[in-house]
């Protein structure tokens, strides 16, 4: 098992920026990708970065591409999303995800929820007007 626990959500003025902290525990060492998700009132839970944890090779959904940047502390085990230039459309609550090599194969996609096996308990980030 994998426990994440996020941080760093909050209110923030729209053009702001927040940085996203999630801490893994537990039996970390089968990690393969690590990914952020949201979900906004209403919708459903949508991709918006991920990292695979040996080589920094990261992704973006489209909406945020240029403004959001992923990194991992593989000593911490400890991935981090910086948002920039927040808009309200980025007011959701946001939740680390995890996998291993196993279940990343059931899809071979990082943006696929589905991949993923380990969820934290979401952060709530909102963005003013």
């Known amino acids: 098992q994998v426990r994440l626990v996020e941080s760093g959500g909050g209110l923030v003025q729209a053009g702001g920026s927040l940085r996203l902290s999630c801490a893994a525990s537990?039996?970390?060492?089968?990690?393969?990708?690590m990914g952020w998700f949201r979900q906004a009132p209403g919708k459903e839970r949508e991709f918006v970065a991920a990292i695979r944890w040996n080589g920094d090779t990261t992704y973006y959904a489209d909406s945020v591409k240029g403004r959001f940047t992923m990194s991992g502390d593989n000593a911490k085990n400890t991935v981090y999303l910086q948002m920039n230039r927040l808009t309200a459309e980025d007011t959701a609550v946001y939740y680390c995800?995890?996998?291993?090599?196993?279940?990343?194969?059931?899809?071979?996609?990082?943006?696929?929820?589905?991949?993923?096996?380990?969820w934290g308990q979401g952060a709530q980030v909102t963005v003013s007007a």
């Open positions: 537990g039996r970390t060492a089968r990690t393969y990708v």
């Open positions: 995800a995890a996998a291993d090599e196993g279940t990343y194969r059931r899809t071979y996609s990082s943006r696929s929820s589905q991949t993923y096996d380990f």
